[in-house]
């Protein structure tokens, strides 16, 4: 028997869902939530535990790359081809700045939109089994993935009166 038990609740409140998401987190359920919420509010973004987005480090990461790029492209062709022009030196830095800063550019944004594709694991080839087209007009939906815990986490929804709560499984 598999006790993958999903539970969605539907709640017509802003409060009560971020009551019931803070009883569920403390209950050890914090990683097994997911809210609907037809737009983006930050008392359930704070309710849910988020913190700081990780789609900066993808930032950093490829501007840091585009960088070293933008240095290293230049300072390999001038020691492959060296020109040496009125006793100039061969590498000249200060003008490899403007593709060092374009690659920095460049690199950081294709790398910011790479993370938030990844960390939003999209596309999402297997949706939601479960869930209310009500979501997207004001109503706030909360999915707990309850494996082997179900009854306890629908104690902790009912206390909180959702408007409907259903029971699903991800097979």
Do not use: C
């Not at 700081?52 to 240095?71: D, K, W």
């Not at 830095?93 to 403007?98: F, R, T, W």
């Not at 999209?122 to 815990?149: C, M, T, W």
């Amino acid at each position: 028997m598999s006790d993958s038990t999903n539970l969605l609740a539907s709640f017509d409140y802003l409060d009560d869902v971020v009551d019931a998401i803070g009883e569920l987190r403390k209950a050890g359920f914090s990683n097994d939530l997911t809210a609907y919420v037809s737009y983006p509010d930050h008392h359930i973004e704070h309710a849910m535990g988020y913190d700081q987005s990780p789609v900066r480090v993808f930032t950093l990461v490829g501007g840091l790359t585009g960088t070293a790029t933008g240095f290293a492209f230049p300072s390999f062709a001038s020691m492959d081809w060296p020109l040496i022009t009125g006793g100039k030196p061969i590498l000249s830095i200060p003008a490899y700045v403007i593709p060092a800063f374009e690659l920095t550019v460049l690199f950081g944004a294709l790398s910011t939109v790479i993370g938030l594709f990844v960390l939003s694991r999209l596309p999402n080839p297997k949706p939601s089994v479960i869930y209310d087209p009500e979501f997207s007009s004001g109503r706030y939906g909360l999915l707990v993935r309850a494996s082997g815990r179900a009854d306890e986490a629908r104690s902790i929804l009912q206390k909180y009166q959702p408007a409907e709560l259903r029971e699903g499984s991800d097979a």
